[in-house]
């Protein structure tokens, strides 16, 4: 069975450093997952990292960022379960991009609850 993922953020980071409009829009949009704030320091941090690094690597182009949730469902406050994520870092071509940005990275976030 496939997984689907839904969208819950897309924006660009213009420059460094990295860490304010990055980290501005991931609080955003993770705020209904009830992470707890350890664990959102961790998200946040690592994903700040990835998006330094692709501005390093292009040069001060800027870099789309989308961040992921696998379960809509899983929005609903009240529900404690565990999370986990990944992020995927890769650089964009002509075809697939929006003509601006030269890396694109996506952060994934995935419900750990049994079921």
């Not at 460094?16 to 941090?45: F, H, I, M, N």
């Not at 030269?102 to 419900?111: C, G, K, P, Q, T």
């Amino acid at each position: 069975m496939n997984q689907v993922w839904y969208l819950l953020a897309d924006f660009t980071q213009r420059e460094e450093p990295a860490g304010d409009l990055a980290l501005q829009q991931l609080t955003v949009a993770v705020r209904d997952l009830d992470l707890s704030p350890a664990y959102e320091e961790r998200v946040r941090t690592a994903a700040a990292g990835a998006v330094s690094k692709a501005l390093r690597d292009s040069a001060g182009r800027p870099v789309s960022v989308r961040i992921y949730v696998s379960s809509l469902d899983q929005l609903d406050r009240g529900q404690s379960h565990g999370w986990g994520f990944f992020l995927v870092g890769k650089p964009i071509d002509e075809t697939i991009g929006d003509g601006e940005s030269d890396a694109l990275i996506e952060l994934f976030l995935y419900s750990e609850e049994n079921g």
